[in-house]
């Protein structure tokens, strides 16, 4: 999470969406960065705690940005990013499993450390389901979001490519699809709210 008072922005960093390049390319810019294992704050926290920190201490009270992604590539980018040789071994590790029992493993009631990946709806919403960001993004259109904050900030940032997972064709059985489609509806309706605001949703 980044948080600049001028030009009053909050960024809720969603895991798979270019967090970390947006981090490296803007941090210096920011009043506040929230960096490791407080880097992907989710919006619900924002809202509750930092929000109303930021207003009673400075009087700021800045438009909150995110990204999101298709739901299922980045699933996918999380078992790709977890298949990679250097955590072989771990309890995080993929390479041994296929992409349908990943999915498998996600969705059920108890998920193992490898399958842990949280979902972006609830990093973007409230308890209730309420979207909490002021301009969502669509990952795959990524020019807009950089367009934004050129605009936002007066010049261009300049990002590189970071945590690229590994290439890999990806397959679901049509069961394990449509199970993963009703067990986060929610996520594939906001995405497609998303993609109908043509890349940029405004709340």
Known sequence: MLIFSDPCLAFIAVPKTGSTAIELA?????????????????????????????????RL?????????????????????????DIKGTDR??????????????LSDDPP?????????RMLTSKHGDLLIDHLFRYEQFEIF?????????????????????EME????PSTMRKLHQA?????????RLCEAEGHLRT
Request: proline content about 5%; hydrophobic content about 40%; overall charge positive.
């Open 170 to 173: 990806l397959e679901l059985n």
């Open 26 to 58: 803007l941090r210096s810019r920011a009043d506040v960065a929230f960096l490791g294992r407080r880097k992907h704050l989710p919006a619900r926290r924002y809202e509750s705690k930092i929000a109303p920190f930021l207003a009673d201490a400075f």
């Open 146 to 166: 950089h367009d934004f904050l050129t605009q936002r900030f007066g010049d261009r940032p300049a990002f590189k490519t970071q945590n690229v997972s590994p």
């Open 61 to 85: 009270y800045p438009e909150r940005i995110a990204i999101m992604r298709d739901p299922l590539d980045q699933i996918g980018s999380w078992y790709r990013y977890r298949s990679r040789d």
């Open 184 to 192: 986060r509806a929610a996520e594939f309706a906001l995405y497609e």
């Open 113 to 121: 450390e490898h399958a842990a990946i949280g979902s972006q709806h």
């Open 93 to 106: 590790y993929t390479g041994d499993i296929s992409f349908d029992s990943f999915v498998l493993a996600l």
